[in-house]
């Protein structure tokens, strides 16, 4: 058997050979005149070329000292700021929320929900987002639209998904389980379907009609279990949480990533720090420019009430743990292209960064390199250097010195493909 499958495995290569040299080299595209941001700090690249061949970056430099291949498509960028593709860490692309907007999916089937998931895939892209962590969706059909979106079936961003959200029975999501056996069985179903993350919810939730948000409903053993079993895997934990008290428990058992963390005390925030533990802070959902879009879904009262008081609390932990330096990876908990303050929900959530203390590079860098780094993909995304993904976007003006500058992100390529090119639109792979 083994040998029948290594002469397969041969053939197979022979063939793959014959067709590439058939085939033309892989395209190469040349971005050139726009400043590269230095994502890492110091000084930025002016009057860059950047060589982009298939779906990797091949060359950058000074176009001075960078020559163009013969035959590359040149896209001019003279007055553009280039930076790393836009990761957002805390997306669901099926979201649905109390309110109209919601009912009206209550009958919504899986197919239609796939249809409405990738075309929320394809609207994010082109908002300059080209890696998303999905935080639960429903039914496995996150990871369909990931493969979808990997064979060009489908357009959006790179995925890293968390599969269903895992919660004991009447908690704050859709996958109960009770014990630790039952908790063992459905973490490996998710990464059986392809979960990269597991994902918890250990207190209540912002949308829920019962429970508190402050409880602590997992046994010690329950959690122990879900996060060994994650972490024997290679996959990583997050938790949905508004709790202090379940975020210690969690702490213990070497949780990797909390979302929100709305109401956690000084301890917490240390003991994250010192354990290299994420926050994600989905700040945009508690703040003033998200209420206009409550108001547009038809959020009930109860439901804009519970916004509000959680609101000041969520603001006072984002401030603290951006003072204490705690590991913060940008996430939004709405569409990453959601209105949202006169811009989109990812370009508010990083200047709602700036304003609770980040400096504008920062907030950049929790935008590109620390989720890359937080997924551990950082050899892969997250910088405009030779071997990584082509994910590039091209903003109108110096991020480094104003954050607003994202909001005028008019260029996004992925892989090497150009999905949006407002100064040429002839630029754009079809
Ligand atoms: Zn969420």
């Known amino acids: 058997m083994r040998l029948r499958h290594w002469v397969v495995a041969v053939a197979a290569s022979f063939g793959m050979a014959g067709n590439t040299a058939a085939q033309e080299a892989p395209a190469t595209t040349a971005l050139v005149g726009a400043t590269v941001v230095a994502i890492d700090g110091g000084k930025p690249i002016e009057d860059a070329t950047v060589i982009v061949q298939g ?51 209550l009958d919504e089937q899986d197919g239609e929900e796939a249809l409405r998931m990738a075309d929320n895939a394809r609207r994010s892209l082109l908002a300059g987002v080209t890696t998303v962590r999905l935080t639960a969706e429903d039914h496995g059909i996150d990871f369909m639209l990931k493969r979808a979106i990997a064979k060009g079936q489908a357009i959006g961003p790179r995925i890293e998904s968390a599969g269903e959200l895992i919660v004991p029975t009447g908690g704050h999501g859709s996958l109960e389980a009770d014990g630790p056996a039952e908790f063992s069985k459905v973490v490996r179903q998710q990464i059986k379907r392809g979960a990269s993350w597991i994902k918890i919810a250990i207190s209540g939730g912002i949308s829920d009609t019962h429970g508190s948000i402050a409880a602590a409903p997992m046994t010690d053993a329950e959690m122990s279990t879900i996060i060994e079993v994650a972490h024997r895997n290679g996959v990583k934990v997050t938790a949905h949480n508004g709790s202090s008290e379940a975020a210690l428990q969690a702490l213990r058992f070497g949780i990797d990533c909390f ?81 949202n303050g006169g811009t989109t929900a990812t370009v508010a959530e990083a200047e709602l960064y700036v304003k609770a203390g980040m400096t504008p590079l920062q907030a950049l860098q929790a935008a590109t390199i620390q989720p890359a780094k937080m997924l551990g993909i950082d050899k892969q995304v997250g910088r405009i250097v030779p ?39 002839a630029t754009i792979a079809r």
Do not use: C
């Open 55 to 105: 779906d990797r970056i091949l060359q950058v430099g000074p176009s001075a000292s960078v020559s163009v291949p013969a035959g590359a498509k040149v896209v001019p960028m003279k007055g553009k700021w280039l930076i790393p593709g836009l990761m957002n860490m805390h997306v669901h692309f099926g979201l649905k929320l109390p309110g109209a907007a919601g009912a009206e999916l």
């Open 259 to 339: 979302e929100h963390g709305y109401h956690l005390n000084d301890e917490v925030l240390t003991r994250m720090k010192a354990q290299g533990v994420w926050l994600v802070p989905t700040i945009v959902v508690s703040q003033p420019g998200a209420y206009e879009f409550y108001k547009k879904i038809g959020s009930p009262d109860w439901y804009l009430d519970r916004v509000a008081s959680t609101g000041k609390d969520h603001w006072a932990v984002l401030q603290k743990a951006i003072q204490m330096g705690v590991n913060v990876a940008l996430g939004t908990d709405q569409f990453p292209f959601e209105p």
């Open 387 to 425: 071997g990584q993904y082509a994910d590039i976007v091209a903003v109108s003006a110096d991020p480094v010195r104003d954050i607003a500058a994202l909001r005028t992100i008019g260029f996004v390529m992925k892989g090497g493909a150009i999905h949006r090119n407002d100064s040429d639109p």
